[in-house]
């Protein structure tokens, strides 16, 4: 496969090249893509520098599947200009993912409705992932009826930019603010930017993004999104009301069972999911698994992921995978 990574000098990019090298992904040629500001830079992948290059010199050299996190005014410009050479783009932004026409997938869960003629296809918002990978083997048993989430989430989630503010904030040097307050000793009620609605475009993601992956508008949700000193994950607390009862062992084993998600929740041990453990991990880690005894049906836990892994880079690889093995690109 001829892959480029567009957004390669970025930390999705980073990690997509990581990731990439780690799962021996079937790579004869790569192409390394950013803004004009990098084009000359010298990345490394296994071992070899590689040259940054444009993306008009990118679309000219016809690669294959094309692996997209550069943002969404990049993706919505020049995603369908590799789609046009006949590339498959696997795209991180937020440009396609409510797009009718354009699948939003988490492997494990929707990756069977991907076909040959999808030549753009949408990596859901980090948030989600982690919430859907928690949620998608509960629905199915029990049927959700309206879930509540908060999110704590980690400064890697908005970029570069976001952990130099905290590194500088930490040592007590005046740089460059990603966000408009200190984020270092602070909690941010503020993802993204804020809709007419009063919520942030991210809140909106995590109500908007689940629907579509699970194929289901049947339950309704809601989020408050913030942003916390951390570097290594998002943590979400979720409480999810069923149309029918469960049994907390049944929801363990259920969970436990689940490709891709981790149960780590032992109140002996004091063993709950926490970012800075799973930082580099590509599992989704549940914990703090709980009756809500405020109302029927009702369950409380906690999701942790490392929103670079599988909340972008390991999700997009995945479904990039997924479409070799299944002779779909
Ligand atoms: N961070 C996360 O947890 C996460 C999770 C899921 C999805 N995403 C999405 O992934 C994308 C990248 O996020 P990030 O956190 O990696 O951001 P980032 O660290 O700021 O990196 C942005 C990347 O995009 C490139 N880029 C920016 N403008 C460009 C342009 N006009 N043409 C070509 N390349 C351009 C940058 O290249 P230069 O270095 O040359 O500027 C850089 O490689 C965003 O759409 C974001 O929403 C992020």
Same mark, same amino acid.
């Given at each position: 496969?001829?892959?480029?990574?567009?957004?390669?000098?970025?930390?999705?990019?980073?990690? $997509? $090249?990581?990731?990439?090298?780690?799962?021996?992904? #079937?790579?004869?040629?790569?192409?390394?893509?950013?803004?004009?500001?990098?084009?000359?830079?010298?990345?490394?992948?296994?071992?070899?520098?590689?040259?940054?290059?444009?993306?008009?010199?990118?679309?000219?050299?016809? #690669?294959?599947?094309?692996?997209?996190?550069?943002?969404?005014?990049?993706?919505?410009?020049?995603?369908?200009?590799?789609?046009?050479?006949?590339?498959?783009?696997?795209?991180?932004?937020?440009?396609?993912?409510?797009?009718?026409?354009?699948?939003?997938?988490? #492997?494990?869960?929707?990756?069977?409705?991907?076909?040959?003629?999808?030549?753009?296809?949408?990596? #859901?918002?980090?948030?989600?992932?982690?919430?859907?990978?928690?949620?998608?083997?509960?629905?199915?048993?029990?049927?959700?009826?309206?879930?509540?989430?908060?999110?704590?989430?980690?400064?890697?989630?908005?970029?570069?930019?976001?952990?130099?503010? $905290?590194?500088?904030?930490?040592?007590?040097?005046?740089?460059?603010?990603?966000?408009?307050?200190?984020?270092?000793?602070?909690?941010?009620?503020?993802?993204?930017?804020?809709?007419?609605?009063?919520?942030?475009?991210?809140?909106?993601?995590?109500?908007?993004?689940?629907?579509?992956?699970?194929?289901?508008?049947?339950?309704?949700?809601?989020?408050?999104?913030?942003?916390?000193?951390?570097?290594?994950?998002?943590?979400?607390?979720?409480?999810?009301?069923?149309?029918?009862?469960?049994?907390?062992?049944?929801?363990?084993?259920?969970?436990?069972?689940?490709?891709?998600?981790?149960?780590?929740?032992?109140?002996?041990?004091?063993?709950?999911?926490?970012?800075?453990?799973?930082?580099?991990?590509?599992?989704?880690?549940?914990?703090?698994?709980?009756?809500?005894?405020?109302?029927?049906?009702?369950?409380?836990?906690?999701?942790?992921?490392?929103?670079?892994?599988?909340?972008?880079?390991?999700?997009?690889?995945?479904?990039?995978?997924?479409?070799?093995?299944?002779?779909?690109?």
């Amino acid at each position: 496969m001829k892959v480029a990574v567009v957004g390669a000098t970025g930390m999705v990019g980073n990690v $997509l $090249l990581q990731v990439l090298a780690e799962r021996n992904f #079937p790579i004869t040629e790569l192409l390394v893509v950013a803004s004009e500001r990098s084009v000359g830079k010298q990345l490394e992948y296994k071992g070899k520098k590689y040259t940054v290059i444009g993306l008009q010199d990118a679309v000219d050299a016809h #690669p294959d599947i094309a692996l997209f996190s550069a943002g969404g005014t990049t993706s919505e410009i020049w995603a369908p200009k590799f789609a046009e050479v006949g590339c498959t783009v696997v795209d991180n932004s937020s440009a396609w993912r409510m797009d009718a026409t354009k699948k939003l997938i988490v #492997p494990e869960i929707n990756g069977n409705i991907l076909t040959k003629e999808d030549k753009i296809i949408a990596n #859901p918002n980090c948030s989600t992932i982690q919430l859907v990978m928690a949620l998608a083997p509960l629905h199915k048993k029990y049927t959700m009826k309206r879930v509540v989430i908060s999110t704590y989430q980690s400064v890697s989630g908005t970029g570069v930019k976001a952990v130099q503010q $905290l590194e500088d904030e930490t040592k007590g040097i005046k740089g460059e603010m990603a966000y408009h307050y200190p984020i270092h000793r602070n909690a941010i009620p503020h993802c993204d930017v804020f809709l007419e609605n009063g919520y942030t475009k991210e809140e909106m993601k995590l109500v908007k993004e689940p629907k579509k992956i699970l194929g289901d508008n049947s339950f309704s949700v809601t989020a408050t999104a913030v942003r916390i000193p951390t570097a290594g994950g998002h943590s979400e607390a979720v409480n999810v009301q069923f149309e029918n009862d469960f049994d907390l062992g049944e929801v363990r084993k259920l969970l436990h069972t689940t490709p891709g998600v981790v149960v780590q929740d032992n109140l002996d041990t004091n063993t709950y999911p926490m970012p800075i453990y799973a930082h580099t991990k590509d599992d989704v880690f549940v914990g703090r698994i709980r009756r809500d005894e405020s109302q029927p049906n009702t369950l409380n836990m906690w999701i942790v992921a490392d929103n670079l892994r599988k909340g972008a880079a390991t999700n997009t690889i995945q479904i990039a995978e997924y479409l070799i093995e299944n002779n779909l690109v």
